[in-house]
């Protein structure tokens, strides 16, 4: 997949790579990145379980059922797309941490952070200033630490924000009985 825009993403993510070489920055983003593994999002179900009651039972609820989506959603499409990582398809890229995975669209890491966040904010809006930029700074480590392309973080993006969309409608229908 030798395309224009891949020519383009791989000169872009060759740049954000190099950046990510500081370690300040390295650092940052690598722990980022594994607070984004999970840990991060199912400490904040578990505070919202233990600071509201039912409703932190429901929303966190709702947050892990969109995650299961998410995951069954990336999973599959990683398998059918199969696009190669960066540093795979150009050696001047370093990984700046071990994937979890062997492919690398869509970003797992970007899709569940938003779809996370979204839910989340869905239920608590007031959570905005933390969440907002710690979905951007795991979307931006993707790219930095040499896992992904723009193009993976931006489709990731674009699915999780459909994915709990859809999760927040169905989540305010009114139940049939």
């Known amino acids: 997949m030798n395309t224009r825009l891949t020519r383009h993403e791989s000169a872009f993510c060759l740049i954000a790579n190099r950046w990510g ?3 300040w920055v390295r650092r940052y983003f690598a722990a980022v990145s594994r607070l984004g593994d999970g840990v991060a999002w ?3 179900m578990a505070l919202i379980v233990l600071t509201d009651g039912v409703a932190g039972v429901a929303a966190s609820a709702h947050m892990a059922a969109t995650g299961a989506t998410a995951l ?3 999973r599959g499409l990683k398998r059918w797309t199969k696009r190669p990582r960066p540093f795979a398809a ?3 890229i ?6 979890l995975d062997e492919f690398s669209f869509p970003s797992g890491h970007t ?3 938003v779809s996370f966040t979204l839910v989340a904010l869905a239920h608590y809006p007031v959570l905005a200033w933390l969440l907002i930029p710690f979905s951007a700074s795991i979307a931006a480590s993707r790219v930095v630490l040499g896992l992904h392309y723009p ?3 931006l489709a990731a993006t674009g699915i999780g924000v459909a994915l709990a969309s859809s999760s927040i409608l169905l989540g305010q ?3 049939p009985y």
């Open 90 to 92: 150009d050696r001047r």
């Open 94 to 99: 370093r990984p700046l941490v071990r994937p």
């Open 173 to 175: 229908m009114p139940l």
């Open 21 to 23: 070489h500081r370690q």
């Open 72 to 74: 069954l959603l990336y």
């Open 111 to 113: 899709l569940h952070a």
């Open 151 to 153: 193009s993976d973080v």
């Open 42 to 44: 199912y400490s904040l």
